[in-house]
């Protein structure tokens, strides 16, 4: 029993809850729920809210948005209000900002859709807004801004990925939170990989350009079958 009340085994629970709760995969049950081609079957095939965006019903893209953040912002306010006598308010153990991780890590490669999940950038979001409001609030200015100008939604991702552990070093300083943020930035830009190589080519859409039905079937997932959400 000493074991199961160890603070290493409470750890590792909160770290497995974290990431079985950024498993779950809203753009495609919101599409479900609403009667809607599953994300994962037009556009880029990325099951997020850009890609929810494209089947021209803002509702369900809205939702996708918002319920990926919380996925990301709920474990990581969880482990601050619930971590107090285990110590993980001290920065230098980094375990908080891990459990944020671990959610990211979730929608990336979700256990329940086969380890084939989105690009993270909401439920990134949720995480830095949970971790630091302040640091969180900086990367959706900088989304807004590159977004606002250049009308690319993976540019002004990738654009925040880059600055987040930048802005996390020079306000606040180095240590554990730095890493786990520089590989969840890292992470973000590489499944943003397709995207850059079209930003490259100039054939990456833009924000708000075309709906589904002009979107040529170019789903990573490809083997999963048609109309089956």
């Known amino acids: 029993m000493d074991f199961l009340t160890s603070p290493s085994f ?40 850009t890609n929810v965006l494209r089947s021209g019903n803002r509702t369900a893209a809205i939702l996708t948005l918002l319920a990926d953040a919380l996925k990301g912002f709920i474990p990581v306010l969880l482990a601050r209000l619930l971590g107090a006598p285990l110590n993980w308010h001290d920065e230098s153990n980094g375990i908080i900002a891990c459990v944020g991780l671990a959610a990211f890590i979730g929608h990336l490669w979700p256990i329940f859709f086969r380890f084939k999940g989105g690009k993270g950038v909401a439920t990134a979001v949720g995480v830095l807004l949970a971790f630091n409001p302040i640091l969180g609030l900086a990367c959706i200015a900088t989304w807004l801004i590159v977004a606002f100008f250049f009308r690319y939604s993976s540019l002004a991702a990738i654009i925040s990925a880059i600055f987040a552990p930048f802005y996390q070093t020079l306000i606040w300083g180095p240590g554990p939170e730095t890493l786990v943020l520089i590989v969840m930035s890292g992470l973000l830009i590489w499944r943003h990989g397709s995207n850059i190589n079209k930003l490259i080519k100039g054939t990456e859409s833009r924000i708000g350009a075309a ?13 999963t079958k048609k109309g089956k959400s």
């Not at 809607?36 to 997020?48: A, K, Q, T, V």
């Open 10 to 49: 409470i750890t590792g629970v909160a770290l497995l809850l974290a990431y079985a709760m950024g498993s779950v995969s809203f753009a495609v049950l919101i599409s479900r729920v609403m009667k809607l081609p599953d994300p994962r079957e037009y556009g880029s095939g990325n099951p997020g809210a």
């Open 211 to 223: 709906k589904a039905a002009s979107y040529p079937h170019t789903s990573p997932y490809s083997h």
